[in-house]
């Protein structure tokens, strides 16, 4: 069976939950087939035909894919789903924009933010905030899933030579313009992918005290920096370092929640990390229920002391 990946990239490179879905697109099928829609994405589709387990890569190429408009990707996908029998991308904004246009046009049933795949018509997701796990089967001739990045291991960047193919961009719908992007620039690692991160919420006090507090131990583990969304709702920091059911999910291999309670909503968006610590002063808070290590005590003394110590 031919299993076709929507790539997630800048033109330029692979983003790193491409690799999370073409490890689940290798549980479906066994030729998995990678499509890179873009404009002088050469580097990208490279990037695609070196990650091991992808027999092919398809690239599309025009002005108007540049920049990932879903109504001229969905069309892409289009021209060519009908050769799959899945077609999967990660559950990022992007794929979360984009398969549900492709699954109506091809008036299928979307199954989305797989996190199993139990056989190539059978799949897991959770439900609930994750508090259950549904068991989805599809007699769709075509299955279009969208996978969550944190079920799957990521495949192997290199090892692979899939051959890259050129095939006909289709025409500009017209139905949307790209006017600009506003990027938040950090040397951190990205969120998403990253092995650390320091989180903080409403517990913080203050946007300036999130960054006094939790930047110098997010620099000494060379960490991420995330939060929660009451975080983010006090306007402490921006919209895209919220983590939790509304915001990105991560599994990273130290979470460290500092002025967290715990809400239902960002436990579904961390409690599959490796290791969880919590700092709170409350200590009848509901993070300490997931948490590995809990510590009960004013973060604005707790934390400083960590940092000195490491």
């Avoid at 599309?60 to 029998?85: C, F, V």
Wanted: hydrophobic content about 45%; charged content about 15%.
């Amino acid at each position: 069976m031919s299993v076709l990946v929507i790539a997630e990239h800048d033109n330029a490179s692979l983003k790193s939950a491409t690799l999370n879905a073409i490890t689940a697109a290798a549980q479906c099928g066994s030729d998995v087939h990678v499509l890179v829609a873009g404009n002088n994405a050469g580097a990208a589709a490279q990037a695609a035909a070196q990650v091991a387990g992808v027999a092919k890569v398809l690239t599309a190429e025009a002005p108007h894919l540049a920049d990932g408009l879903a109504e001229n990707l969905a069309e892409q996908i289009l021209a060519i789903a009908k050769n799959y029998t899945h077609v999967l991308a990660p559950a990022t904004a992007s794929g979360k924009n984009v398969l549900p246009r492709v699954a109506a046009k091809l008036d299928v049933s979307q199954i989305s933010d797989i996190s199993k795949v139990d056989s190539p018509d059978t799949f897991e997701r959770p439900i609930y905030a994750g508090n259950a796990i549904a068991t989805v089967q599809s007699a769709d001739a075509i299955k279009v899933i969208t996978v969550r990045t944190t079920g799957f291991e990521a495949a192997a960047a290199t090892g692979g030579s899939a051959a890259v193919e050129s095939i006909a961009a289709v025409g500009d719908s017209g139905k949307s313009k790209f006017i600009s992007r506003e990027l938040s620039k950090s040397d951190r690692p990205e969120l998403g992918a990253a092995k650390i991160i320091v989180s903080g919420g409403r517990g913080v006090g203050s946007g300036e005290n999130y960054h006094k507090v939790l930047e110098p131990l997010a620099d000494k583990l060379g960490a991420a920096m995330g939060a929660s969304r009451a975080a983010v709702d006090a306007g402490f920091v921006p919209n895209d370092y919220q983590v939790g059911q509304t915001g990105k999910i991560v599994a990273p291999t130290l979470y460290i929640a500092v002025g967290i309670s715990g809400a239902i909503q960002h436990l579904a968006g961390m409690k599959d990390s490796k290791v969880i610590v919590a700092i709170n002063k409350d200590a009848e808070a509901p993070i300490f229920q997931v948490a590995d290590y809990g510590l009960v005590g004013d973060l604005n003394e707790v934390v400083p002391q960590l940092v000195a110590a490491l």
